[in-house]
């Protein structure tokens, strides 16, 4: 019998680390880069969702909302591999190369982008939630 490594996903963490990226501005190291081919619907479905809060018993809940007539498939697919980058890594998988320490090419043997970027940053760690304070009734 085959031996499987298993990962638990943090769905929360990645969907936050992604959605980061998007906003960072100007285009470079961290940010996030698309192939030319990728029309609206795609944009439409990778920003599908977005993080609300609750409160149940006094305490904040977070959690991801989506309307019902929309769809989130670019979303869930860019989680995904997302996780399966951090699986490899977790692995063994040596990341290590960076472009600035390649041998300079003339512009005319450069290949064209392709839209990945070089540079990997760990996942956001979710933030502790603070207790409520519940006044004693012995004060």
């Given at each position: 019998?085959?031996k ?62 989506k ?29 290590n ?25 760990p ?17």
């Amino acid at each position: 019998m085959a031996k499987v490594n298993l990962f638990s996903v943090g769905v929360d963490a990645a969907k936050e680390a992604i959605l980061a990226r998007l906003k960072k501005t100007p285009p470079g190291a961290g940010t996030t880069h698309f192939p030319l081919d990728r029309d609206a619907q795609y944009f439409e479905q990778l920003t599908a969702e977005r993080k609300r809060t609750r409160y149940v018993n006094g305490f904040a809940q977070q959690f991801w909302s989506k309307p019902d007539n929309r769809r989130n498939e670019a979303l869930d697919c860019r989680v995904y591999a997302y996780a399966g980058l951090y699986g490899l890594i977790a692995m063994g998988l040596a990341l290590n190369r960076r472009v600035d320490a390649l041998p300079e090419k003339p512009m005319s043997q450069r290949r064209p982008a392709t839209g990945l970027t070089n540079t990997i940053t760990p996942p956001l760690k979710p933030t502790p939630r603070r207790r409520r304070a519940i006044p004693s009734p012995y004060l």
